[in-house]
Structures are given as structure tokens and as C-alpha cells.
């Protein structure tokens, strides 16, 4: 009993001193950007290389999801006759919900990975050392542009899965359903506000912090060889994706409370 009260402490304080070194590596990135200590060159090749070349998967995994749950949400409505509600519920969900999460896990997954990987490569092969030897500071040379890049993007690419999911809801309803598409755009003008939107790309900033600075973190703590670059960059995958659920259902319950 004792060894697994040890286990749960340990754990305990391994995640609370994972997340204080984040939120140091955050403050410490804020401070460059308050300086105005920003690589625009570099961020905008970021914004490049993060944003504009995840939207393709982006929008392929989002529409995939938004089809899916009109596909649902179609079949039930046309039982119970309500099909006046499927285009603002597959809209709300899309919004709210999953072209967030999902935006923010094919993010992490393609774009964090990357960053991981990239950073870990160049800690293994002492290029980071180097830049301490010449007193340029590896948090505002890779860290900041990265982080300027994937916050400015995550809205973007958070827009653009809305859109797309909601579209491809609209054709799968009309395909299985026969829900015309004037319905459809009805049902989302009654049902969904602005705030909807506007929250649902909020989250997405959000979730381009967590990517960056866990993505970065483990880059940056890579250890030795080549399995040290395997391993850190499987762990900011993990990671990353454990924190966006988590503060995922967080935002959503100070966002989105019950009535």
C-alpha cells in the first residue's frame, strides 16, 4: 500500500513539475515577444511550414468528422421529424467541438512532431550548444517564431475546419437524407451564434500554445542518439494530445456552461 501511495506522489509531482518548467518556458517566450525580439523571417517560414502545409490534412480529417456526425444526427432527425435541427447541430458541433480538438490533434501530430524532432536533432548534434557558445538564445532563435507562427495559424486552419466540416455535413445530408440545402442553412442561422465561432478559435489559440511549448520542451530535453530524438518526439505527441483533451473539456466547461 505504501509503494503505490509512493507511485501516485511521484506521479503527481513529475506532472506538476512538467507543467511549471511549460509555463516557465512560456513566460520566458513572452517576455522575447514583449521585447519585440520576434525572427519575423523565421516566423513567417514557420507559418509556412506549420500552418499553410497542415491545412490539406486539416481539412480532409474535419470534413471526414463533420460528414459523420450529419450522418447521424440525419438518420435520427428524419425518425423523430426534426430536421430542421441538423444543420445547426452538425454546425454547434463543429464548431464548438470538434474542429478545435481535431484541428489541434492532426496539428500536433504532423506539425509537433516536426518541431520535436527538428529541435531534438539539434540538440543531439550540439547545434544548440553552440548557440549558447555564441550567446544567441536557442528559446528566442527556435522557440519564439515557432510559437508566433502556430498561434497566428491555429485560427486559420480552426476557420477552415469549421467551413469544410460544416459543408460536408450539408452534402451527407442531403445525400442520405434528403435534407435540401435550404433547410440545412436555415437550421444554422436559427441555431448558432457568433460566439460559437468565436469561442471554438480561441480554443484553437490555445491549443497552438500547448502544441509549441510541449513540442519545443521536449525537443529542447532530448537525450542522447538517436532513440533520445525518437522518444521526445513521441512524447510531444502524447503529451501534447493528453493536454489539448484535457483543457479541451476545461474551456468547454467555462465557455459552454449548462442553463
Request: hydrophobic share 55%; charged share 10%.
Amino acid at each position: 500500500m505504501i509503494i503505490f501511495f509512493e507511485y501516485i506522489g511521484k506521479s503527481v509531482l513529475g506532472i506538476l513539475d512538467y507543467l511549471g518548467s511549460l509555463f516557465v518556458l512560456l513566460l520566458e517566450c513572452l517576455s522575447w515577444i514583449a521585447r519585440g525580439a520576434v525572427r519575423m523571417k523565421l516566423a513567417i517560414d514557420q507559418m509556412a511550414s506549420l500552418g499553410v502545409d497542415s491545412l490539406l490534412i486539416v481539412v480532409l480529417t474535419t470534413t471526414a468528422a463533420g460528414m459523420v456526425i450529419s450522418l447521424q444526427l440525419a438518420n435520427i432527425a428524419v425518425q423523430y421529424g426534426v430536421v430542421g435541427v441538423v444543420g445547426g447541430g452538425v454546425a454547434i458541433a463543429m464548431a464548438r467541438e470538434l474542429s478545435p480538438m481535431l484541428t489541434a490533434v492532426v496539428v500536433a501530430g504532423r506539425a509537433g512532431s516536426a518541431i520535436a524532432a527538428e529541435i531534438g536533432t539539434m540538440k543531439v548534434t550540439e547545434q544548440i550548444s553552440a548557440l549558447k557558445c555564441m550567446a544567441v538564445s536557442p528559446v528566442r532563435y527556435l522557440v519564439v517564431p515557432r510559437l508566433a507562427a502556430l498561434v497566428a495559424m491555429m485560427p486559420v486552419l480552426t476557420l477552415f475546419s469549421i467551413i469544410f466540416g460544416t459543408f460536408g455535413g450539408a452534402v451527407l445530408a442531403y445525400q442520405s437524407a434528403n435534407i435540401p440545402y435550404e433547410i440545412f442553412w436555415d437550421s444554422i442561422v436559427r441555431l448558432t451564434v457568433l460566439s460559437d465561432v468565436c469561442y471554438g478559435l480561441l480554443k484553437g489559440v490555445v491549443f497552438g500554445f500547448e502544441i509549441v511549448l510541449v513540442s519545443c520542451y521536449q525537443g529542447l530535453n532530448t537525450g542522447r542518439g538517436a532513440a533520445g530524438v525518437g522518444t521526445a518526439t513521441t512524447s510531444s505527441v502524447v503529451n501534447a494530445t493528453i493536454l489539448i483533451f484535457i483543457t479541451n473539456y476545461l474551456m468547454s466547461l467555462w465557455l459552454f456552461p449548462a442553463s
